[in-house]
């Protein structure tokens, strides 16, 4: 995830996950840490890590950012073991707080069981209420503790826990990609429709799960393929087999993976996602072509896009930000004056970049527009003569239910102005956005389609009518329906 964005109140994604599998003890918690690590850009949050040695399940987890929550005393604590899974989290849902840090560990009548999800449940307030009005307690407010309450209610008969995953999975609705470790299995599920992506890798003793490829080249594991839609994948001492019990859909992904979400050196569903902001570089040109000196991204995601224009343009492709990378979340300030400042010390246009030029600014998206009205601010101050922005994704006029922060129209300025207001809004020359019919021809070669519900308002399966991201956390005035003392 771009830290600018992070930093100005832009789009976020929920989460990563990461698990190993050992045929041997082995230090599986700092294979876990380092994939983190390559994931950290999926959530900023809060990060946690499980270790099973044997069955005896050690973790530690907190808010903040991989290497502000671990360091080399807490992980050797960990130990060693046989299995390990790890998350990454931003909040799509609940509130940013230790409680709702992942992966969670839950001990029920048949043992233990640590899981970590990545995904947002559209059924998760109704599956909450059906446990809490049988005397169920809840110590969070993410999805993952009703995903844990369906799949221990499952193994109360299931013969198994794969096949109380299995089981489960006929109740929740909507996007995860899962991790569950018990004493002896780690186990992958993602939903029929793929919303989020989940690969399988090897390593030398054993096995890996990440939510991108690109964790694998961290600790020089080797991708095998990616887990199918409504796949279940079991690794234990006996190696790998699947349940397809749930598979038949060739899968909807959220196609903002390739625009945004993911690294650009991770492979997904077959298709490199730097291939792919190349392409929408180059569609963006063909699309919306302009007459310009310079062609410049606003880091990190929309350089590639930014490179992919220049090629298919002609026009010289330059670095025309410097992004400070030293500042962390503790800098996020909450008054409105201090977010503005912050741009400036976290984004600094290129003066002998911009100057005197025409300039053509390419970026991801377009979320409530202050951001982008900040950038095109900068760029003027550096003395850019004109400045056309060109956005790598269509215009938002929708919620997004499976995962993204995108939780109602009124932050949208898409739904309250014309293209052309848009332009005047941010201060642009000119603006030109991406087609729905261009980003969905981003990853060519991909094994899947494409969900663009935030982008046309037709979503691959039913949704709710509202689904507010707090969606678990209210005033008393707020909630009627409940005796609440």
């Known amino acids: 995830m771009s830290e600018l964005t992070e930093l100005t109140g832009g789009l976020h994604e929920e989460c990563g996950v990461f698990g190993v599998y050992s045929s041997e003890t082995a230090d599986v918690a700092a294979q876990t840490y380092m994939g983190l690590y390559a994931l950290q850009h999926r959530g900023q949050e809060s990060c946690g890590i499980v270790v099973n040695d044997d069955g005896l399940f050690s973790f530690h987890k907190d808010l903040g950012l991989v290497h502000e929550v671990f360091n080399k005393e807490n992980l050797e604590k960990l130990g060693q073991g046989q299995i390990a899974i790890g998350h990454v989290r931003y909040s799509t849902t609940g509130m940013s707080n230790r409680d709702n840090a992942q992966p969670l560990v839950v001990r029920h009548i048949k043992g233990p069981m640590s899981i970590a999800h990545n995904g947002n449940l559209i059924n998760a307030r109704e599956l909450r209420d059906k446990f809490e009005l049988e005397g169920a307690i809840f110590h969070s407010t993410n999805d993952t503790e009703v995903i844990s309450y369906e799949i221990t209610k499952a193994r109360l008969t299931a013969p198994s826990i794969e096949a109380a995953v299995e089981k489960a999975m006929y109740q929740i609705k909507g996007a995860y990609s899962i991790l569950v470790m018990s004493p002896k299995k780690l186990i992958a599920a993602r939903d029929p429709n793929g919303f989020r992506p989940l690969a399988l890798g090897k390593t030398g003793n054993g096995y890996v799960v990440s939510s991108e490829t690109c964790a694998f080249d961290s600790i020089g594991a080797t991708f095998i393929r990616d887990i199918r839609p409504g796949e279940v994948v079991v690794i234990d001492q006996n190696g790998v087999r699947s349940i397809e019990t749930h598979c038949g859909n060739k899968g909807t992904m959220c196609v903002f993976e390739y625009v945004y979400f993911a690294r650009p050196d991770s492979v997904i569903e077959g298709s490199s996602v730097h291939k792919a902001r190349l392409r929408a570089g180059k569609f963006l040109w063909r699309e919306h072509p302009v007459e310009a000196d310079v062609v410049i991204g606003v880091p990190d995601s929309g350089l590639d896009a930014a490179l992919g224009f220049s090629q298919e343009s002609k026009i010289p492709y330059g670095i025309g930000f410097v992004k400070n990378r030293y500042i962390g979340r503790t800098f996020i300030q909450p008054s409105q004056t201090e977010r503005t400042n912050s741009v400036k010390i976290k984004l600094n246009a290129i003066s002998d970049t911009v100057k005197g030029k025409r300039v053509v600014m390419i970026d991801d998206s377009i979320v409530r527009g202050t951001t982008s009205a900040r950038i095109v601010r900068l760029l003027r101050e550096a003395g850019a003569k004109e400045v056309h922005v060109r956005i790598s994704s269509p215009p938002f006029i929708a919620p997004c239910y499976f995962g993204t922060d995108i939780d109602s129209k009124e932050n949208l300025i898409a739904c309250k102005m014309t293209v052309p207001e ?64």
Not at 424 to 436: E, F, M, P, T
Request: hydrophobic share 35%; aromatic share 10%.
């Open 422 to 485: 848009i332009c005047q809004s941010i201060g642009a020359d000119s603006l030109g956005y991406l087609s729905v019919e261009g980003v969905k021809k981003l990853a060519g070669n991909a094994r899947c389609d494409f969900c663009t519900g935030c982008f046309t308002e037709k979503y691959p399966m039913e949704v709710p009518k509202e689904m507010p991201k707090d969606k678990f956390e209210f005033k008393i005035s707020d909630q009627l329906q409940f005796n609440v003392d």
